[in-house]
């Protein structure tokens, strides 16, 4: 594992570590954070939320956001289509939309494989 991702599975500096197959939530994200880089909750929730609200207004201009290492959030398009209702497999018209994707990098590719 890179040592930028070290601190995940390390419970004396990150004591919310998550074992496999289970989901961390935003609170537990927060707390990671703010452990591993020694300031408060607070502090750690404002950067998760200005770091989230420029991803999203960067998206929402049509621009990437390109994390060395780590990976990229890019806007797509998607085409108008047809999909299927799963109670009733009734046709439904979808319209073109915009949403959002994420392209794992070679250091979290590294750190995800071993």
Do not use: H, Y
């Not at 594992?1 to 990150?14: D, G, K, V």
């Amino acid at each position: 594992m890179p040592a930028a991702f070290s601190f995940l599975t390390q419970p004396s500096i990150c004591p919310l570590v998550i074992r496999p197959g289970e989901q961390m939530t935003k609170a537990e994200l927060i707390g990671r954070m703010a452990s591993a880089a020694n300031i408060s909750r607070d502090q750690a929730k404002s950067a998760l939320e200005a770091f989230t609200d420029g991803v999203a207004e960067a998206l929402a201009d049509g621009r990437d956001v390109k994390l060395i290492g780590f990976g990229s959030f890019v806007a797509v398009e998607r085409k108008a289509g047809v999909a299927r209702n799963p109670q009733t497999g009734a046709a439904v018209a979808r319209p073109a939309s915009r949403t959002a994707r994420f392209r794992a990098g070679e250091g979290l590719k590294s750190a995800l494989n071993g």
